[in-house]
T-cell receptor, first 114, second 115 residues
Framework: NAGVTQTPKFRVLKTGQSMTLLCAQD?????MYWYRQDPGMGLRLIHY???????AKGEVPDGYNVSRLKKQNFLLGLESAAPSQTSVYFC?????????????FGDGTRLSIL | DAKTTQPNSMESNEEEPVHLPCNHS???????IHWYRQLPSQGPEYVIH???SNVNNRMASLAIAEDRKSSTLILHRATLRDAAVYYC????????????????FGQGTILTVHP
């Protein structure tokens, strides 16, 4: 079972470049999330989606955009990358969000911005 | 949002039980208690969750205090593969609002397992 797949796994960018991180899930989950994790810290929510065609801001949304055109995919975009966006990015999904629904995470995308 | 407090680190020997504590004195009546763990270079992995009663699954047990202000994750026989950062998270149960569906990760407890 693939679960949650993130593409790419590693990437190095120069300041000002743009890129898109792809998250794909094969569990038919309604909810999807993007988090970032900085060294020694827990995860922080960037954006999330409660269904196809919908997105919402999380805790740290500035500098990022997202799209959910298909239920199984959730894209995270950096329009003009900055060194402060160097981080590990995790995507997650859940069936129907609620307190008894665990989130399933991908293995992360390690992004360095020079 | 209600917060959790966990020790920064704990150590255990292989094949011994491990009790990971979590304090959440400001928990609301409808907050679920979730535990996730994160192995090195991997994404977080769901471990267990509960509301009021103790819970068991194939990975661990969750003991919840009667007043719900604390909980303990129990690994019955630690293995080297259990070395990870363990996060105790309060998951709001209500729909709508800014906390809906969001996991708020703290620093977690770094568990070291010695052979």
């Amino acid at each position: 079972n693939a679960g949650v797949t993130q593409t790419p796994k590693f990437r190095v960018l120069k300041t000002g470049q743009s890129m898109t991180l792809l998250c794909a899930q094969d569990m038919n989950h309604e909810y999807m999330y993007w988090y970032r994790q900085d060294p020694g810290m827990g995860l922080r929510l960037i954006h999330y989606s409660v269904g196809e065609g919908t997105t919402a801001k999380g805790e740290v949304p500035d500098g990022y955009n997202v799209s959910r055109l298909k239920k199984q995919n959730f894209l995270l975009g950096l329009e003009s990358a900055a060194p402060s966006q160097t981080s590990v990015y995790f995507c997650a999904s859940s069936w129907i969000t609620g307190s008894n629904q665990p989130q399933h995470f991908g293995d992360g995308t390690r992004l360095s911005i020079l | 949002d209600a917060k959790t407090t966990q020790p920064n680190s704990m150590e255990s020997n292989e094949e011994e039980p491990v009790h990971l504590p979590c304090n959440h004195s400001t928990i609301s009546g409808t907050d679920y208690i979730h535990w996730y763990r994160q192995l090195p270079s991997q994404g977080p992995e769901y471990v267990i969750h509960g509301l009021t009663s103790n819970v068991n699954n194939r990975m661990a047990s969750l003991a919840i205090a009667e007043d719900r202000k604390s909980s303990t994750l129990i690994l019955h026989r630690a293995t080297l593969r259990d070395a990870a950062v363990y996060y105790c998270i309060l998951y709001p149960s209500y729909a709508g609002g800014t906390s809906y569906g969001k996991l708020t990760f703290g620093q977690g407890t770094i568990l070291t397992v010695h052979p």
